[in-house]
């Protein structure tokens, strides 16, 4: 992880994604990038300014009430700020933007829909819920959750749940209904946590509903953050997107492949 | 492995139970009379009440098996309280007779103080001596001891069944068979030891003390009733805990108010939780809530729960507030001062956020005339860029923001 990136804004929603990003840098030890959205065709409005800019006057303000907020939440960071918005910005691969983004404009930058949370443990240490399928976007995800449930000293439960075979006796366990891939993907995953010493689990459902299932499965098991990628191959009904909507538990919706 | 089968159901166990308590009473009741033992006596009146006990148990898990309909909305599980209660009282009138007894018994040793005592308190029932002996040692002796037995062995299975039925009155019965168990155990010892050292006065001494452990029981069934009837809260450590398990939930802002009660063994929580998530996201809240309160409370010894979850917006907190603007044609910020401004954005807000603006030209650009303007509009607070501290001006407050994009107040389309 190198950066958490926060865009200023003075909504209820731009001041929570504030202090949760804050939080998170805070947790991870790396830098708190503020940005600043420009409006610079409004300079021309202040056109008495000799001494300084309205821009400069403007960044100083906003570092100061950012310092400021930071300071009365007591969280230990380091700010950055820049004047743009981060769509703009070429962002890390790893970086992690927080504030709700569009899903279908995503870059390969991450980013966490605090779902109005100020902080990712603000409800307690639950675990990093991780849900996986046959597809490659869980490899994505264990690429950026996985490292970040390790520096946050989270545990991880990867949640699958599957659609039943008819074929399978009805009391047949849910493990037995799920795919060949899906077994190999979730080999995969515990091979990862494994490496980075994460206590983990692996959960299998067969719920009516992959969302709900999901969110429910999410907050019976007091997670902290729910971690999934958009899959590539989804024309519509993406369960990304249907996450955001309804759930109350924070999502980190990981970046398109860098490929 | 039929009858092993029969017996090991609720209905078997109680059965059982039952016939042990029939055998207690009748052998107790007849014995401690023949002896003149207060102690024993009071023991068998004890057993009597957890006869009915144990009818009212079999009544409960009847009970328990009626759903709630539109007469009784939350079941019938109160006719337990009632009974209960009944039984409470009951023990703690054979408690003060059993006292009475002892008391008789050890005035009779000092026959002067005896004499005093009866002319101030006339109601203290006659004394008759303790009958002892090696024609009734046998009977004394074999009866406390059987009791105390048959007490241990059968309250364990009672509570093994009671717990892999789920039935938790069955479970406090079983709870209460041990307890008893205790008590025979004690009066056990005062037999063996009146006997042992031929000191019938023993009797009278452990005769207090049963009086004593019978009232306390008493009195714990009758609270427990009388506040299952007059729906005492289930208390402050209830209601935190489940307040505490409300707030460790994602989505949850507050909770409200929580109204707990009893009706018999079932615990009611009328919970009013303050949350700001869509509806949808309501339906997964309410059930996964539920899961964790029910749990909570089977910790917290509620085994029987029933939960009423009401979700209400947190407040609106609705107020105006207006953003003094700089407009040339349309190119717009945020004006440094009220003198600056040529527009104003009028804001209604709701919980905090901006939910409808409006852009409006005053009709004077004089501040005064501008102030007027905007109280008139019943605007309290406007926003002007600038780092200064916030001021004033006749009833609205000038209050700066640290950005003059208009797009960073949620007023405008991003």
Request: charged share 20%; net charge neutral.
């Amino acid at each position: 992880m190198t950066r958490i990136y926060v865009c200023f804004n003075l909504t209820p929603d731009g001041e929570r994604a504030l202090a949760f990003g804050a939080d998170l840098a805070a947790g991870l030890q790396v830098p708190l990038a503020v940005c600043i959205d420009a409006d610079d065709e409004a300079e021309i409005l202040f056109h008495d300014c000799v001494e300084t800019k309205p821009h400069v006057m403007e960044e100083r303000a906003v570092q100061h009430h950012v310092c400021n907020v930071l300071a009365r939440g007591a969280v230990n960071v380091r700010p950055e700020f820049y004047r743009a918005q981060p769509s703009e910005m070429v962002l890390e691969p790893d970086a992690i933007l927080i504030g709700a983004c569009n899903v279908s404009a995503l870059s390969t930058a991450s980013f966490i829909a605090p779902m109005k949370e100020s902080a990712l443990r603000s409800r307690g240490d639950g675990p990093i819920c991780i849900p996986w399928g046959k597809g490659d976007s869980c490899r994505r995800v264990a690429e950026i959750a996985l490292p970040l449930a390790a520096k946050l000293g989270l545990s991880v439960v990867f949640y699958h749940t599957t659609w039943i075979d008819p074929q399978l006796p009805a009391d047949a366990l849910p493990e037995r209904h799920m795919l060949q891939e899906v077994a190999e993907n979730l080999r995969m995953l515990r091979g990862e946590a494994d490496h980075l010493g994460l206590r983990h689990e692996a959960v299998i459902e067969t719920a009516d509903d992959v969302v709900e299932g999901l969110i429910r499965f999410a907050l019976r098991w007091r997670s902290s953050l729910i971690a999934m990628a958009p899959s590539e191959r989804i024309g519509i009904g993406s369960h990304v997107t249907q996450v955001l909507e309804r759930s109350v538990t924070p999502v980190l919706v990981v970046g398109r492949s860098r490929s | 492995m039929k009858t092993a089968s029969r017996w090991g159901t609720p209905n078997g166990m109680m059965a059982i139970v039952f016939v042990m308590y029939l055998c207690k009473v009748v052998a107790k009741l007849a014995i401690g009379r023949h002896v003149h033992s207060p102690m024993i006596t009071g023991d068998g009146w004890h057993n009597v009440a957890d006869l009915i006990e144990v009818v009212l148990v079999v009544a409960a898990v009847y009970m328990a098996r009626m759903a709630p309909d539109a007469d009784y909305p939350f079941g019938r599980k109160n006719f337990e309280s009632i009974v209960r209660a009944s039984i409470g009282a009951g023990l703690l009138v054979a408690a003060l007779g059993f006292a009475g007894r002892s008391v008789a018994g050890l005035l009779a040793l000092a026959p002067d103080l005896d004499r005093t005592v009866r002319e101030t308190l006339p109601i203290l029932p006659t004394h008759h001596p303790l009958r002892m002996g090696s024609d009734v040692a046998g009977w004394v002796i074999g009866c406390t001891l059987v009791s105390v037995v048959l007490s241990f062995v059968v309250s364990r299975h009672e509570i093994a069944v009671g717990k892999a039925h789920g039935h938790p009155s069955m479970v406090a019965d079983g709870e209460e068979t041990r307890g008893d168990g205790m008590i025979e155990g004690a009066i056990l010892i005062g037999v063996c030891s009146e006997y042992l050292f031929r000191a019938p006065w023993l009797e009278y001494v452990f005769g207090l003390g049963i009086a004593f452990l019978i009232s306390r029981t008493g009195v714990e069934l009758l609270r427990g009733g009388w506040n299952a009837l007059l729906q005492k809260s289930l208390g402050r450590e209830v209601e935190m805990a489940m307040k505490k398990t409300c707030c460790a939930m994602h989505g949850v802002a507050d909770v409200e108010r929580i109204t707990t009660f009893a009706v018999g063994s079932l615990a009611v929580c009328i919970i009013k939780i303050l949350t700001d998530v869509p509806a949808r996201a309501q339906d997964d809240l309410r059930k996964i809530l539920k899961e964790r309160l029910v749990a909570r409370l089977a910790e917290l010894g509620h085994e029987e729960s029933q939960l009423h979850l009401r979700f209400s917006g947190t407040s609106m907190k609705r107020h105006r507030v207006a953003y003094a603007i700089v407009r040339d044609g349309k190119v717009q910020a945020i004006a440094r001062s009220l003198e600056e401004s040529t527009h104003f954005f009028i804001c209604n807000v709701e919980r905090g956020a901006v939910v409808r603006s409006e852009l409006e030209k005053p009709p004077t650009l004089d501040p005064h005339g501008v102030l007027a303007w905007l109280e008139k509009k019943r605007v309290k607070t406007v926003y002007v860029f600038g780092a200064r501290d916030s001021e004033r001006r006749d009833s609205v407050l000038v209050m700066c923001v640290p950005t003059y994009n208009v797009r960073a107040f949620g007023i405008i389309d991003s």
